[in-house]
């Protein structure tokens, strides 16, 4: 039998992102199940519908709860925090490098990375020498990654994901997909998500 | 010591109230935590935030997602469940009754029973009929009941009560308020409001 596999489509910008990126691998594992890292990007999706900035921006009691609830989820993960200044910042040029990444296989320790950096030390991975320095931690040739990140070939890579991602019906990040299909949204849909591929979840009391 | 009390707030427009209200009382006996109902209307505050529908009404992809979120989230809980039509419905005349009960303490079983018709069985309760029908189902005078909820003095106590949502940054539903400040939203951080209130919370990792 082919392992199980689940889509995890994040935008770097994100900051439920952040929460699963930091648990998805590992629960994953456990559950036996193989992650499709799916970096993409959220502003393209908000724009068609409507919308010029992210809900938690538009409405400040929404927004000014979100950040005391990543703090107490944070914490209760163990997961440092640090709420980034400026925010939102822009995850253009980190999601085309985690592209980068797919096939050599570094995307996973990356987009931790990323993240880490970003809400878990409050720095800004709009600067592409914040993102240079995370790939040399990780002993890549900086300057040539970010060079294929930017080419006219990748950059159409990219436009291509968030396409993909409308024609599954996406509409906020962090969401996984399970068999081309089911999607869940949010960091607290994980633990669902999983269960769903591996067939734990009460499916036969659903329409199809 | 005194046993602690977790405040609920909830809207019984709320989809995810539903799932709050059929859970909150056997989870907070279990945790020890009394639980306070506060039935509220949603509507107010969102027009205050210049809105003039709920998000997933704004929003058809979210609003999609919504109904199959809702659906998968039911049978994970064992919950009957049945989109309704219309949606939304009036909960105006819900929550008025709701207060009514407070006092007597049959509100509880009353909040239960209307979501349960509403999203376990697609009955309208916008109508007064059904909601009559659930009075009566619990041996009380159904007349006598609802005409005390629409006289001008509990009008005005679920004025009151809006304010009070608002005073309390509340912004959605449902919503539980720990000690007067600790604002969760959701049903997904139910868990969590509990955890707050019994001291089983990370809270010396988090700033106050």
Same sequence: chains 1, 2.
């Avoid at 409308?166 to 997909?177: K, S, T």
Wanted: charged share 20%.
């Amino acid at each position: 039998m082919m392992r199980p596999t689940l889509e995890f489509w994040y935008d770097f910008s994100s900051t439920y992102s952040y929460l699963a990126a930091q648990r998805i691998e590992s629960l994953a594992e456990e559950a036996g199940v193989g992650v499709v890292f799916r970096p993409f990007l959220l502003g393209p999706i908000f724009a068609t519908q409507g919308l010029t900035a992210a809900p938690f921006e538009q409405f400040p009691l929404k927004g000014q709860y979100m950040w005391r609830d990543l703090e107490r989820e944070a914490a209760t993960l163990g997961l440092p925090f640090c709420r980034p200044v400026p925010f939102p910042q822009s995850s253009v040029l980190a999601a085309r490098i985690a592209l980068v990444g797919l096939e050599p296989g570094w995307t996973p320790a990356f987009t931790r990375a990323v993240f880490t950096a970003q809400f878990g030390r409050g720095r800004n991975i709009g600067e592409s020498s914040v993102l240079a320095d995370i790939l040399a931690g990780m002993d890549l040739d900086s300057e040539a990654v970010i060079a294929g990140a930017q080419g006219d070939a990748n950059k159409l890579r990219l436009r291509r994901m968030v396409e993909e991602a409308q024609a599954r019906g996406i509409f906020g990040a962090p969401a996984f997909v399970a068999e081309d299909r089911e999607l869940f949204w949010g960091n607290d849909r994980l633990e669902r998500a999983l269960d769903w591929v591996t067939g734990q979840a009460r499916r036969s009391e659903l329409p199809v």
